[in-house]
């Protein structure tokens, strides 16, 4: 029986792979390779489900969920030097979807008010929710400068992306697709 590796995220420099590999039903555990594929190694050494890496910019520390495959599944950090692991949100609900910004800030989805909602959580500082409506609101991504979130809403009825500014909090509309749009990115390159 064969088991699948999920997540995939890229280091910022390109040189590793971090990635979620199941083991059983809610049994994932999170691993790092090098691009080419070597050098796989688990490095975080938890039970259930460890999923959703996310790098830091500096490719220093991975963001990751964990929990047991229930409606309790926490963010975490792991130090890609020397391991250690830290629980950043405790029994909050289900989380999903962290960004990491090039300051430090996480934004992510969560169920914490009974709906799925965008939260930013600045450097040691606690999470405030960033948008509020009956609609789904997921997988944010940070622009460049970390001063917008684009992310996806079933707002309108169809899954679609959103943008919201972080200081002024205004929202727009950015794509209004009959067949929806999903899993927004930011380019961070140099355009030429």
Same mark, same amino acid.
């Given at each position: ?7 995939? @995220?890229?280091? !910022? +420099? $390109?040189?590793? &792979? ?8 809610? #049994?994932? =555990?999170? %691993? ?21 890496? @996310?790098?830091? !910019? +500096? $490719?220093?520390? &991975? ?8 409606? #309790?599944? =926490?963010? %975490? ?21 962290? @960004?990491?910004?090039?300051? $430090? ?88």
């Amino acid at each position: 029986e064969q088991f699948p590796v999920v997540d995939a @995220a890229l280091s !910022p +420099d $390109g040189k590793y &792979i971090a990635y979620s590999f199941s083991t059983a039903i809610d #049994g994932n =555990d999170l %691993w790092v390779a090098r691009s080419d594929g070597s050098a796989a190694e688990k490095i975080v050494r938890m039970t259930k489900l460890q999923h959703e890496p @996310a790098w830091t !910019p +500096d $490719g220093s520390q &991975i963001y990751f969920l964990s929990g047991d495959g229930g409606q #309790g599944h =926490d963010i %975490w950090k792991v130090a890609m030097t020397g391991r250690q692991t830290e629980q950043i949100t405790v029994g909050e609900l289900y989380h999903f979807d962290v @960004a990491v910004s090039e300051k $430090g800030a996480l934004a992510f989805s969560s169920n914490r008010s009974g709906n799925y909602e965008i939260y930013l959580q600045p450097p040691g500082g606690k999470p405030e929710a960033v948008t509020d409506d009956p609609a789904l609101d997921g997988r944010p991504a940070f622009s460049p400068d970390g001063s917008q979130l684009v992310f996806e809403s079933t707002r309108g009825g169809q899954l679609n992306l959103w943008r919201i500014d972080l200081k002024s909090r205004e929202l727009k509309q950015i794509t209004k697709l009959a067949d929806g749009a999903r899993a927004p990115a930011w380019y961070h390159g140099a355009v030429r």
